[in-house]
């Protein structure tokens, strides 16, 4: 309990000129992990819009 923990992902195509880094910041508990990023993900960056 107390630790944080950044979860990243780099995703880009191999050789490709481009890449985007996202990151969440997790909070372990005592009940398990708590989310503490707090920009909001965009649907249409992450293809779901």
Known sequence: P??????EALIGRDGGPYSIKLENQLLVTEDGVEDMTSYPWDD????LG
């Open 2 to 7: 107390g630790m944080m923990l950044c979860v």
């Open 44 to 47: 249409q960056l992450m293809g």
